[in-house]
């Protein structure tokens, strides 16, 4: 279920960074998920600098803006420190100044995510239970 989309304006990055950088968000998403890193799909979308607008200006400074998905159920505690790391990895690893960096956690209901053909509300049924009920093993 965890999918992370970076969207990169103003950077041109050697291939070895940009899988430096995916590599580490990967990481980041299935620690603090608790996940399978299998499970976990980080993509590095780059954008033209004649493309994106940042502070009103075309083009501006270097930005990122990403988007990461989480099944509804994931604690508040988890959404906020991904949106945390993920910030502060942009910043380190791509050197983008951290004030300009946006980002957006989207929450899907398990029955609208789709693995294989398979809905989440079937196939992850066991792992949603377990969060509604963290007592119980």
């Known amino acids: 279920m965890p999918v992370v989309k970076f969207h990169v304006s103003g950077l041109r990055q050697p291939d070895s960074v940009v899988e430096t950088f995916l590599i580490r968000a990967s990481e980041i998403y299935a620690r603090i998920l608790e996940c399978p890193l299998d499970r976990v799909r980080a993509f590095y979308v ?3 600098d004649n493309a994106v607008a ?3 200006q075309v083009p501006g400074p270097h930005s990122v803006f990403f988007e990461f998905i989480v099944l509804e159920g994931r604690s508040l505690e988890q959404r906020q420190k991904i949106a945390r790391e993920f910030s502060e990895l942009i910043e ?3 050197e983008v100044d951290v004030d300009v960096v946006r980002g957006r956690c989207i929450r899907v209901e398990p029955e609208d995510w789709c693995i294989g053909g398979v809905f989440a509300s079937e196939l992850r049924k066991s792992e949603i239970e377990q969060r509604k009920n963290p007592g119980r093993r």
């Open 46 to 48: 780059p954008h033209e």
């Open 54 to 56: 940042t502070s009103g």
């Open 92 to 94: 380190r690893v791509l």
